[in-house]
């Protein structure tokens, strides 16, 4: 049975909101600290199986616990005080909506009397993330003339949206009145707890909404099958996928279509898959102007989400491919080319599992030799980055070496996840990648992913930028909590490293001073202020001996590697310069 022997009639609510939660399996709860929402604090505490983590800073604290849903596939709740602690979070509220991860945000606010008052604290906060959330109720305070079984199907609604398609975050607003703290009012709820007897005994929620089966009502399987089965130069584009365990179901359909298959960075399949018909390499192949040119696709089918290569993306706009099929779990439109001809709304991977039958491609072995032979020869060309001097594509091809596929992966959006997808290996290990693309910021990169991390329960090495690290820095503290080994490998080029590869670089005057941002700090002291065990490597050599000491350790480690913005530019050029030289006849 539920014990219910609240103290007073806020404690009560707050129970009933923590217990419906923690019945609907998003009972892991991030708490920055905050005198209004003391209620819910409270509640969390006294629940036994409630997982709970405190961070200080409730910007941090929200993108942690995106990072948990990221990982999960469940919601996080996030619970704040009144006024500015809720405008925190609306970064990672952007983030989780665009990039479809579930999340719930708690925030306790003042009572209607106190609204438009210009009493302290005081927001208005009532569908405050409206754009972005994907449902917003405005609690009353407690009342009793107010039915309980409200508090219950409240929560039940909220955590349905939150985690049926399009998955995003869900806003509840929750007023009280004083006390806040559990200070005993002397009240019998005996009888207006009366129609929750059943509930009570059970541990089941009070309401039960299975979320439903997405897979395209009755798709032309059998006709798309046929169409597909003539084409003789298909290429399968997988974007983002929420969800390794599709991972099986397409491989099984790439490997029956036979077909070129361009994995992005974020699908799970860059890394450790150089098998046929991957094409690892395909970010860089793309790079060499002879080879696109001369091998254009007349179709595409396109799994999962968005794509990180402009590269490619400028490739298929060339092609203009049609049959230009689609398949993400949600209805928005995802189509930033325009291409689109048929786009189906349902799960990947059981669509995959519902096509593969009706498959009976002829396949073009000619077509996926070449695409195969092009990605073989930049591997070899890449291979001369291995006994370089350090930078920052070497970074990113030691850790596709050496990370174990036990672990987790989190990168930064900006150059750390297009080093990886262009530069690491392709026969290393095969961790679970995860990044923040939705909005594309630099806000709470490290914050997702020691909620990564949490969510995984497995080691996690973060590869993030300098000015993303500067921007989240308080996120450090995470580090001694999460208890999960991580390892932060920070890049500090002294600013903004991928402006350098835009037209603005050329206009040195504005550059250097408002791009280049460079900032003359390293995160020794950082590390040493949260206890974060820190290295400095300076050769290629010494930084894998760091990462394989960090991988071993069960503490949290920063590696800082130092790199020049303008080296770094230059060899970008110099190695894409050097692909295209590998593929000339292909």
């Known amino acids: 049975m539920t014990e219910l022997d609240a103290p007073n009639l806020n404690s009560l609510w707050a129970t009933l909101l923590i217990e419906e939660l923690v019945r609907q399996g998003a009972g892991y709860f991030v708490l920055p600290s905050g005198s209004r929402s003391a209620p819910l604090t409270a509640a969390v505490a006294a629940r036994r199986e409630a997982a709970a983590i405190h961070h200080f800073d409730e910007r941090g604290a929200a993108f942690h616990a995106l990072g948990w849903g990221r990982a999960t596939g469940r919601p996080a709740v996030l619970i704040t005080t009144s006024g500015t602690a809720v405008a925190n979070a609306w970064p990672a509220v952007v983030e989780a909506s665009m990039d479809r991860v579930p999340l719930i945000l708690l925030t306790a606010d003042r009572p209607p009397e106190l609204r438009d008052t210009g009493a302290s604290q005081t927001i208005d906060q009532a569908k405050i993330y409206a754009p972005y959330a994907r449902w917003q109720i405005d609690l009353p305070c407690p009342d009793r003339a107010i039915r309980p079984e409200m508090i219950l199907t409240t929560v039940d609604q909220a955590v349905y949206r939150a985690r049926r398609s399009p998955q995003g975050p869900v806003h509840i607003n929750c007023m009280f009145r004083e006390p806040l703290a559990p200070i005993p009012q002397g009240e019998d709820y005996t009888g207006y707890l009366a129609g929750l007897a059943h509930w009570r005994q059970t541990h089941a929620p009070f309401t039960?909404?299975?979320?439903?089966?997405?897979?395209?009502?009755?798709?032309?399987?059998?006709?798309?099958?046929?169409?597909?089965g003539r084409v003789q130069r298909g290429l399968v584009v997988i974007g983002s996928l929420g969800d390794p365990q599709q991972l099986p179901s397409i491989r099984k359909l790439v490997g029956k279509l036979g077909w070129p298959v361009l994995p992005d960075i974020s699908s799970g399949l860059r890394l450790g898959n150089a098998d046929s018909p991957m094409i690892p390499h395909a970010d860089a192949i793309l790079a060499a102007k002879e080879f696109p040119d001369r091998n254009r696709a007349a179709a595409v089918l396109h799994l999962g989400g968005r794509l990180l290569s402009k590269r490619l993306l400028d490739y298929l706009q060339g092609c203009g491919p049609r049959p230009y099929i689609a398949v993400e779990d949600h209805p928005a439109r995802s189509d930033p080319l325009h291409a689109v001809s048929l786009r189906v709304d349902g799960h990947v991977g059981r669509f995959c599992d519902s096509l593969v039958p009706y498959l009976r491609p002829r396949g073009n072995?000619?077509?996926?030799?070449?695409?195969?032979?092009?990605?073989?020869?930049?591997?070899?060309?890449?291979?001369?980055?291995?006994?370089?001097?350090?930078?920052?594509?070497?970074?990113?091809?030691?850790?596709?070496?050496?990370?174990?596929?036990?672990?987790?992966?989190?990168?930064?959006?900006?150059?750390?996840?297009?080093?990886?997808?262009?530069?690491?290996?392709?026969?290393?290990?095969?961790?679970?990648?995860?990044?923040?693309?939705?909005?594309?910021?630099?806000?709470?990169?490290?914050?997702?992913?020691?909620?990564?991390?949490?969510?995984?329960?497995?080691?996690?090495?973060?590869?993030?930028?300098?000015?993303?690290?500067?921007?989240?820095?308080?996120?450090?503290?995470?580090?001694?909590?999460?208890?999960?080994?991580?390892?932060?490998?920070?890049?500090?080029?002294?600013?903004?490293?991928?402006?350098?590869?835009?037209?603005?670089?050329?206009?040195?005057?504005?550059?250097?001073?408002?791009?280049?941002?460079?900032?003359?700090?390293?995160?020794?002291?950082?590390?040493?202020?949260?206890?974060?065990?820190?290295?400095?490597?300076?050769?290629?050599?010494?930084?894998?001996?760091?990462?394989?000491?960090?991988?071993?350790?069960?503490?949290?480690?920063?590696?800082?590697?130092?790199?020049?913005?303008?080296?770094?530019?230059?060899?970008?050029?110099?190695?894409?310069?050097?692909v295209v030289s590998s593929l000339k006849g292909s």
């Open 208 to 228: 039960d909404y299975p979320v439903p089966d997405t897979i395209c009502a009755d798709p032309p399987l059998k006709a798309l099958a046929e169409t597909l």
């Open 365 to 578: 072995r000619e077509w996926l030799d070449g695409w195969r032979e092009a990605s073989r020869r930049v591997g070899k060309a890449l291979d001369g980055l291995d006994g370089g001097e350090l930078s920052e594509p070497l970074v990113a091809r030691i850790v596709s070496k050496l990370i174990g596929s036990d672990h987790g992966l989190f990168l930064a959006a900006s150059m750390p996840v297009r080093d990886v997808d262009t530069f690491a290996v392709a026969n290393g290990a095969s961790p679970l990648v995860a990044c923040n693309r939705g909005a594309v910021g630099i806000d709470g990169i490290l914050a997702t992913a020691t909620g990564f991390a949490r969510g995984l329960e497995r080691p996690v090495t973060v590869l993030m930028g300098d000015l993303a690290l500067l921007h989240d820095l308080n996120s450090l503290n995470f580090l001694r909590t999460v208890n999960v080994p991580m390892v932060v490998v920070v890049l500090n080029n002294n600013g903004g490293g991928i402006f350098s590869f835009l037209p603005i670089a050329q206009f040195r005057d504005v550059f250097e001073p408002y791009f280049g941002t460079p900032h003359n700090l390293t995160f020794e002291g950082a590390a040493r202020m949260f206890e974060v065990n820190y290295d400095h490597p300076t050769t290629g050599k010494t930084f894998a001996e760091a990462y394989e000491q960090a991988l071993r350790n069960q503490r949290a480690s920063l590696i800082e590697v130092t790199t020049t913005r303008e080296e770094n530019h230059q060899l970008h050029l110099s190695l894409l310069d050097t």
